[in-house]
């Protein structure tokens, strides 16, 4: 299993860095995320298990935010071309708020490296149509909207670009929620 403390600089909300070099394609789908050590904003992480906790006040445990690890996912949208896809659930336990953080780790020029992350209040649902198509759903806030509801759906379609060997957002649209 690789350390990802040599792969990883990532999550600072809300955009992930550029993951570093130094882990080859070969290791891309034997990435061990569960017992990852990450570098989150300025914090440090240390999952364990699928999990790690990072406070931002001083409190006995030092568990505000709960992180967890729910999706780890290889995806081959074209032969030869594999793409790990990677969501955080950041779960605020002393407040409210939630996020979800998507992650999408891909070869390139012989090294692993991120090619997508973006960060998701209250969540984001991922619908795969197929292996070369995305869909990202999420919660849209207007001025006035109350924490817990938003008043507008996000959908973002992600379709595979052959020609640039990467998913590339083809579609964004938004509807008031039913």
Not at 17 to 30: R, T
Not at 98 to 125: K, M, P, Q
Not at 166 to 173: E, L, N, W
Request: proline fraction near 3%; aromatic fraction near 8%; hydrophobic fraction near 35%.
């Amino acid at each position: 299993m690789i350390s990802l403390g040599l792969l990883l600089a990532l999550i600072s909300m809300p955009q992930a860095q550029n993951v570093a070099s130094g882990v080859n394609c070969d290791s891309i789908e034997k990435m061990g995320f569960n017992e990852a050590a990450l570098s989150f904003g300025s914090q440090s992480l240390r999952f364990q298990n699928g999990k790690a906790c990072t406070s931002d006040q001083a409190i006995e445990d030092g568990c505000a935010w709960r992180h967890t690890l729910t999706v780890d996912q290889t995806l081959v949208p074209t032969p030869g071309q594999t793409i790990r896809r990677i969501v955080i659930n950041s779960n605020h336990l002393t407040g409210s708020g939630a996020w979800d953080h998507v992650l999408f780790f891909r070869c390139r020029n012989g090294h692993v490296v991120n090619e997508f992350s973006e960060s998701y209040r209250n969540g984001v649902t991922i619908e795969k149509r197929s292996y070369t198509e995305l869909w990202l759903v999420s919660g849209e806030w207007l001025k006035g909207d109350p924490d817990c509801c938003p008043s507008r759906q996000k959908t973002k379609i992600f379709r595979w670009d052959s020609k640039k060997n990467a998913f590339a957002m083809s579609t964004k649209s938004s509807r008031r929620r039913s």
